[in-house]
DNA sequence: CGTTGCCCTGACGTTGGCGTCAAGGATTAC
DNA sequence: GTAATCCTTGACGCCAACGTCAGGGCAACG
């Protein structure tokens, strides 16, 4: 399987293709022609980088993977280095999701604020304008 | 008050505030000998501008907040200009939200499967292994 | 009068993940 | 045979919000 085959099936780009090899994600075997030449066993690995990239993991943190499935497991997340970018993951995610759940809070405040200001005596009862 | 004092005044560098001057953001008087000259009102845009810079606005989204400021009004988001880059704001904050939680369940499932994979038997009840 | 410390403009560098040419060689379809 | 497609490498472009020089001016202190 040549270059524009592999991309068309994982549904990317040549471009992106030659990107991973350089970052050396992905490296490819050469025609006779000089042509990069890919197998299945390449598609599964593109396939995995897609999948991670998807979920917002830089291109480093797929290596892991890629090499846990260039090293004969089944899956990409079978090998520890795997699980400890999966953790470190998701306590990025947290501490994310966090912080942007406080600002969410903060404008719905600040709007809630703006858009009743015809409130020339306090109300009692104070809810948080929660909309999640 | 010059360009260093302002800068340190709001907690930022001197190239940022030229950057928003490039920008048309934040534009500066000039005093005889050619340097930017700010005052107290300066100040409290520029705190306007790393307000909601902090809260993950694009620079263009801080522009309404600015000219509602400069027209005259005490708050930023006393305009409706402000008020309809909250309510986008929320809208992407929730979607945003949302889809780093899907990820987070994801990522949080994988690592449970791999981590407590002497299931012999399986489970009663499967869940679905999704792939976002 | 020198030196330190501010200020000026202009311009290139950074980060990630590619997109988009450009100029050419190989393959394939008809 | 030749035109349309594919492939190759190399290199610049993009996006945001600045960082970081480079080269020079103005000002005040001792």
Redesign the pocket.
């Known amino acids: 399987m040549?270059?524009?085959?592999l991309a068309a099936r994982a549904g990317?780009?040549?471009?992106?293709l030659?990107?991973?090899e350089s970052r050396g994600l992905l490296p490819?075997r050469?025609?006779?022609?000089?042509?990069?030449s890919y197998d299945e066993g390449d598609l599964k690995l593109l396939r995995q980088i897609r999948t991670l990239?998807d979920f917002g993991?830089?291109?480093?943190e797929t290596r892991p993977f890629v090499e846990c499935l260039r090293a004969g497991h089944p899956q990409g997340d079978s090998c520890p280095a795997s699980l400890a970018v999966y953790r470190r993951k998701l306590d990025e995610l947290d501490a994310l999701i966090g912080e942007l759940t406080a600002v969410r809070a903060t404008i719905a405040v600040r709007l809630a604020a703006a858009d009743e200001p015809p409130a020339d005596e306090p109300p009692l009862c104070e809810m948080g304008g929660q909309e999640l």
Do not use: K, P, W
């Not at 040549?2 to 085959?5: A, M, S």
């Not at 050469?30 to 990069?36: A, I, P, S």
């Not at 993991?57 to 480093?60: G, I, R, V, Y």
């Open positions: 040549r270059i524009g085959e990317t780009t040549t471009r992106t030659r990107y991973y490819a050469r025609g006779t022609n000089g042509y990069r990239q993991f830089d291109l480093e």
